[in-house]
C-alpha cells in the first residue's frame, strides 16, 4: 500500500488550459467530498472563493466543470455541488484500488496539492498517467504501515492523525511558538477552517482517550 502527497507549483497550474482558467475565476477551489460518480464525472461538494468580479457560474464556460447547484453562500466563500469530468480527477477516480482523498485544493497563491492512497500497481499506473495529464512538481511516496499501537487507529480518524501529527512535527505544541494554524493549514494546502476543525476534533479524542486511560 502507498500514499503519495502530489504538488504542482502554481506556475504550472498556470500554464495548464482548464486549471489556469479556473484560478481566474476563483482564488481558491476546494474540494470538500465527492458526492458521486458517473461515466460523465465526478459530483464534487467544493468550497470556492471567488475573485473580485467573478461570479461562480463562469466555470460553467469550462469545458470540464459545471455547476449543478449553490448551496450556501457567505462572506467566507460559496458551497455549491460541480460536476467535474477533468482527465486528472476522473482517472484517480475511476482507477480502480486507489483513492483520492478529500479535501484537496487548488489555490490562486499556493498552487494544488492532492493525496492519493492505493495498492502499489494502481499508484504506478496513476503516476504514469500524470506525466502526460499534468505532470507533478512534487512527489512524496509514503510507505503505509499497519495499525497505529495503542488503540488510536480507533480513535483518531487518518485526516485528523495526518493534522496532529503535521502540527506537532512543526512545533505548534512547544512553549513561544509562533506557528499558527493559518500557517499550518496554508503548508497542508487546505484552508484554515479545515486544517483547525481536523486539529480541534483531535485535540478533543486525544483528551478524552487520555481522560479515560487516566481514570
Given at each position: 500500500m502507498r500514499k503519495v502527497v502530489l504538488r504542482w507549483n502554481l506556475s504550472t497550474i498556470q500554464g495548464a488550459k482548464e486549471l489556469g482558467h479556473i484560478l481566474q475565476i476563483c482564488q481558491r477551489f476546494e474540494v470538500l467530498a465527492h458526492l458521486g460518480v458517473s461515466p460523465v464525472g465526478i459530483v464534487q461538494l467544493a468550497e470556492i472563493v471567488?475573485?473580485?468580479?467573478?461570479?461562480?457560474?463562469?466555470?460553467?464556460?469550462?469545458?470540464?466543470?459545471?455547476?449543478?447547484?449553490?448551496?450556501?453562500?457567505?462572506?467566507?466563500?460559496?458551497?455549491?455541488?460541480?460536476?467535474?469530468?477533468?482527465?486528472?480527477?476522473?482517472?484517480?477516480?475511476?482507477?480502480?484500488?486507489?483513492?483520492?482523498?478529500?479535501?484537496y485544493s487548488l489555490d490562486a497563491t499556493?498552487?494544488?496539492?492532492?493525496?492519493?492512497?492505493?495498492?502499489?500497481?494502481?499508484?504506478?499506473?496513476?503516476?504514469?498517467?500524470?506525466?502526460?495529464?499534468?505532470?507533478?512538481?512534487?512527489?512524496?511516496?509514503?510507505?503505509?504501515?499497519?495499525?497505529?499501537?495503542?488503540?488510536?487507529?480507533?480513535?483518531?480518524?487518518?485526516?485528523?492523525q495526518e493534522v496532529l501529527s503535521f502540527a506537532v512535527e512543526r512545533g505548534y505544541y512547544q512553549e513561544g511558538a509562533t506557528i499558527t494554524i493559518k500557517d499550518l493549514a496554508e503548508e497542508m494546502g487546505i484552508s484554515r477552517s479545515t486544517f483547525g476543525g481536523h486539529l480541534q476534533d483531535a485535540e478533543r479524542a486525544v483528551m478524552h482517550k487520555a481522560g479515560s486511560d487516566l481514570n
Open positions: 471567488l475573485q473580485d468580479g467573478k461570479d461562480i457560474n463562469e466555470l460553467n464556460d469550462l469545458d470540464s466543470f459545471q455547476v449543478m447547484e449553490i448551496h450556501e453562500e457567505s462572506e467566507d466563500g460559496i458551497l455549491a455541488s460541480i460536476l467535474c469530468s477533468h482527465s486528472l480527477a476522473k482517472s484517480a477516480i475511476e482507477l480502480s484500488n486507489l483513492h483520492l482523498q478529500p479535501p499556493g498552487g494544488m496539492e492532492m493525496r492519493v492512497t492505493g495498492l502499489t500497481g494502481a499508484m504506478r499506473r496513476f503516476l504514469a498517467l500524470l506525466r502526460v495529464v499534468l505532470p507533478p512538481d512534487k512527489v512524496s511516496v509514503i510507505t503505509m504501515r499497519g495499525e497505529m499501537v495503542n488503540g488510536w487507529d480507533k480513535v483518531l480518524t487518518k485526516r485528523q
